[in-house]
């Protein structure tokens, strides 16, 4: 590769990068913010969630734009190839924290104002803690190519699937004890599995560094908790 286009090259690579960060601290925002706005019942903070989703729309947009236009121009290959199809898998996976973010603004909107157990809701902000680090750490390891903190990433989903499956038994029990409060439980444990979720896909982002620095993906089972149980006994009400 002449050194001219190596150049340009690298530069495509860097605005990947860039973009990718960028998009990866408004998600981090996003979810900070949604759940600052759960603890709170902040109704004007949950709104401003949902509609500062349409930024995190627009970056994911350029970068696709970016990395095509990329591979048209430059048609990398192994390695290269890697770093554009990881900004792409990342760049998927912030786009939808970003979404799960918004759903739980709009069910902040429409939580009822009678009942609001600061227990059940400080649950939900420690997972939510948890969660955040998670995401920023596994963004370092994209952004300094870390396979250790990536790995440990990836490790640690059991244990957020763990506190999101004590979660819904205790908001089960609420429900079962008071019908009055099956409303608001039922929004808190949607708030609780779009958390979770959201800490599945910065496990993914963590499968991507390693897929990008390693060249293959991870051959063992990814480590997971089990919240089917007390899930589908919400759903046959």
């Not at 290959?77 to 996976?93: K, P, Y």
């Not at 300094?144 to 990836?154: D, E, P, Q, T």
Request: proline content about 3%; overall charge negative.
């Amino acid at each position: 590769m002449p050194d001219h286009i190596a150049k340009a090259y690298d530069a495509d690579l860097e605005e990947l990068t860039r973009r990718v960060a960028e998009m990866g601290g408004l998600a981090e925002k996003q979810l900070a913010d949604a759940v600052d706005a759960l603890v709170k019942r902040d109704t004007a903070r949950a709104q401003r969630v949902i509609t500062s989703d349409d930024a995190i729309d627009v970056l994911q947009r350029e970068i696709e734009e970016k990395a095509i236009l990329t591979i048209a121009r430059r048609q990398p290959m192994a390695n290269d190839l890697r770093e554009i199809v990881s900004a792409l898998r990342v760049a998927n996976d912030l786009e939808r924290i970003g979404d799960l973010a918004k759903n739980i603004g709009k069910r902040v909107l429409a939580l009822p104002d009678d009942f609001y157990p600061q227990k059940l809701i400080r649950g939900v902000e420690h997972m939510s803690s948890m969660v955040l680090s998670q995401l920023k750490q596994v963004l370092d390891a994209y952004a300094g190519r870390n396979l250790g903190k990536a790995l440990a990433v990836w490790n640690g989903d059991e244990q957020i699937d763990a506190m999101c499956t004590s979660l819904f038994r205790e908001l089960l029990t609420y429900m079962m004890e008071d019908p009055r409060h099956i409303t608001f439980c039922i929004h808190l444990m949607f708030c609780a599995k779009n958390i979770e979720r959201m800490g599945d896909h910065a496990t993914n982002i963590a499968e991507t560094v390693y897929y990008m620095i390693e060249g293959r993906t991870i051959v063992d089972q990814r480590p997971k908790g089990d919240d089917t149980t007390a899930f589908a006994t919400v759903a046959r009400g």
